[in-house]
């Protein structure tokens, strides 16, 4: 008699942001900005007025570290200079290479690039392309939500006028791209029909073992601690381990494959624990469940994208129930 595999998919709510590193925090994005802008004239001194701005470009995980490409546009307010009352500001508008380095959720960077400023107000006549540079740091909050605080500096020459401008700002970013989406649950498949038969034709009541697997109880990159979504999921382990109460369990950790193989089997070891943990505090005796860690040798999605990263940093819990099967016979 064939067996049948019941998957039931746990799916997870975001407590805080999975850690991110350097794959984290690929892909496009788009985002908009605000600060404080000094601005400086040949002849004249420096003043602060308001920046704000919009950008946006893509990121590339190479590693341990993140290359990336920005486009910007900002606008910087007028502010009256001395001496002479002179009151401008400009329009920046270019093109940078960023280098980052991601730890954690957070992920330092330089940025270098070129940028084209025109003046505005009585410095309209100011205008040209030079080198721009920046250095800040982003601090991703959710998968697809970040906050980025940045220095900047450029600037325009016009003859033996130059126009400076320093910005401190503060931007939210929006990354592209979907959720890990739920894994479908197997439809259950029906024991086929037994040809009639022609005489004594009986239905007889069989005990049969089935398999039945608990999949999807995610974690956050490099960490063994459940998130409120999966612990309000693991409620319902602890219903399956009430209503069969005489089977056993054995929950199992796997990881994506960041890392080495040696630290994700121990990471793997530790998620499997925290389940483990988790179900003993809520009733399910310690000596039902035995744990395994597989770190990275058993994915259930493509470890090349994001999505498929967070469904493969799980772990299963998998038993045998015994239920009825009818099935009938003849003599």
């Known amino acids: 008699m064939k067996k049948n595999t019941v998957h039931i998919v746990l799916a997870a709510a975001l407590l805080n942001m999975a850690a991110a590193q350097a794959a984290e925090f690929d892909g496009s994005w788009v985002g908009g900005k605000i600060g404080s802008n000094r601005s400086g004239m040949t002849g004249v001194d420096r003043r602060n007025s308001t920046t704000y701005g919009l950008e946006g470009g893509h990121n590339w995980s190479m590693g341990s570290f993140t290359l990336g490409v920005d486009g910007f546009a900002e606008s910087n307010g007028k502010a009256t200079h001395s001496p002479g009352a002179v009151n401008y500001g400009s329009n920046v508008y270019g093109l940078d290479a960023k280098l980052g380095l991601p730890a954690g959720n957070w992920m330092p960077f330089a940025k270098l690039g ?69 894994a479908p649950v197997a439809a259950k498949e029906e024991p086929k029909p037994v040809p009639e038969a022609e005489v004594n034709e009986t239905w007889k009541t069989l005990l049969e073992n089935k398999p039945v697997c608990i999949e999807g109880a995610q974690f956050e990159f490099d960490s063994a601690r459940l998130r409120s979504g999966e612990i309000k999921k693991l409620d319902e382990v602890v219903s399956f381990a009430g209503k069969y109460k005489d089977t056993k369990l054995e929950a199992s950790g796997h990881t994506c494959n960041i890392g080495t193989e040696e630290y994700n089997r121990k990471l793997s070891e530790r998620r499997a624990e925290s389940v483990k943990d988790y179900l003993v505090k809520h009733g399910v005796a310690a ?33 045998d129930i015994q239920v009825e099967m009818k099935v009938r016979v003849t003599e």
């Open 114 to 182: 070129y940028a084209r400023t025109d003046g505005t107000g009585a410095a309209s006549a100011i205008g040209g392309g030079d080198a721009h540079a920046g250095v800040g740091v982003e601090y991703k909050f959710n998968p697809n939500w970040s906050l980025a605080g940045e220095y900047t500096s450029g600037r325009a020459t016009s003859g033996a006028v130059k126009l400076h401008n320093n910005n401190l700002s503060l931007g939210l970013n929006y990354y592209f791209g979907k959720s890990a989406a739920a």
């Open 287 to 319: 000596q039902r469940i035995t744990t395994v860690g597989y770190g990275e040798a058993r994915p259930m999605a493509d470890n090349k994208t994001r999505e498929g990263r967070e469904l493969n940093r799980r772990v299963e819990v998998c038993s």
